[in-house]
């Protein structure tokens, strides 16, 4: 795991484990600097496939950075207050099957998070019953808070959709 400084490829490309030019190892991350985006790249160990702008989670029984989840069932749980929310990755970057290989954007703006239908701009936001809800930003307990709603959501072709400022990722703090 290291800091990638040139990403081969679109950071939307999906690989698979047969890929023989990966473009990053697993967990690897890359900054942007022209944009202020950290991404993360990252191996669906999940049932669920990933889609655009969905919350990625790290894989419950994972040994390694990088192997992640969109399934409820195999997400790692952390405590928001008393309650299970899920540990936020990144948000997916593109369409991503089991057991392939994609990007998650980790850190800086996000112009296309997933929603539940409720979030106000300036809301934290943080993922519970495998969708993302938001709490007061003024909340005590931060633990579970991916990042900042820029916008508020608004109804869109692929779900209710938001920018948010990604600043509290689960591993944006591991490089």
Excluded at 81 to 86: A, E, F, I, K, R
Excluded at 122 to 127: A, D, F, K
Excluded at 154 to 175: E, Q, V
Aim: proline residues 3%.
């Amino acid at each position: 795991m290291s800091d990638i400084y040139r990403v081969k490829g679109s950071l939307t490309d999906v690989y698979t484990s047969s890929s023989k030019d990966l473009p990053a190892g697993l967990g690897d991350t890359y900054f942007d600097k022209g944009t202020k985006k950290r991404y993360r790249f990252c191996q669906n160990k999940g049932a669920t496939s990933w889609t655009i702008g969905v919350p990625i989670a790290p894989f419950l029984t994972g040994t390694l950075v990088g192997e992640c989840s969109f399934t409820a069932a195999t997400q790692m749980l952390i405590k928001e207050g008393g309650t299970d929310v899920t540990a936020v990755v990144g948000i997916a970057l593109g369409t991503v099957a089991t057991t392939e290989y994609g990007w998650v954007q980790e850190g800086g703006i996000c112009t296309s998070v997933v929603t539940d239908g409720n979030v106000d701009a300036e809301e934290g936001l943080y993922v519970a019953d495998n969708g993302i809800v938001s709490i007061p930003v003024t909340e005590p307990t931060h633990v579970g808070r991916f990042g900042v709603a820029a916008t508020p959501d608004s109804g869109g072709a692929g779900g209710i959709i938001c920018s948010a400022w990604l600043d509290n990722c689960f591993w944006s703090k591991i490089h």
